[in-house]
């Protein structure tokens, strides 16, 4: 079973960026599926994106986010970054990195086999 671990959060204001980083270990990297998800309180855990196993594979995005996060996976480093532009206050939340033993590019929560702890990110305005 893979471990995940991120770092990259931090607080920024509206219109800023902020790189996240999800570093897996005692797994096969390449055999996942990666994504990030982000739950701000009160709300629900809600997907962001997410890539193929493969690096430089097929990704997807919510609409939400589409055209000011990009995410890239490395598997020589076992790592995958969420690039995230343009931010808004509406970004502010608790982001997981997760894997699924899957090929898509859209997950949802409980096809993820792996989570890790989050990271805060707050956005302001």
């Known amino acids: 079973q893979v471990q995940l671990v991120e770092s990259g959060g931090g607080l920024v204001q509206a219109g800023g960026s902020l790189r996240l980083s999800c570093a897996a270990s005692g797994g096969t990297f390449s055999m996942y599926s990666m994504g990030w998800f982000r739950q701000a309180p009160g709300k629900e855990r809600e997907f962001v994106a997410a890539?193929?196993?493969?690096?430089?594979?097929?990704?997807g995005y919510s609409d939400s986010v589409k055209g000011r996060f990009t995410i890239a996976r490395d598997n020589a480093k076992n790592t995958v970054y969420l690039q995230m532009n343009n931010l808004k206050p509406e970004d502010t939340a608790v982001y997981y990195c997760a894997a699924a033993r899957t090929v898509r590019v859209v997950l949802t929560p409980g096809e993820c086999d792996a989570w890790g702890q989050g990271t805060q990110v707050t956005v302001s305005s």
């Open positions: 890539t193929v196993p493969w690096s430089g594979g097929n990704t």
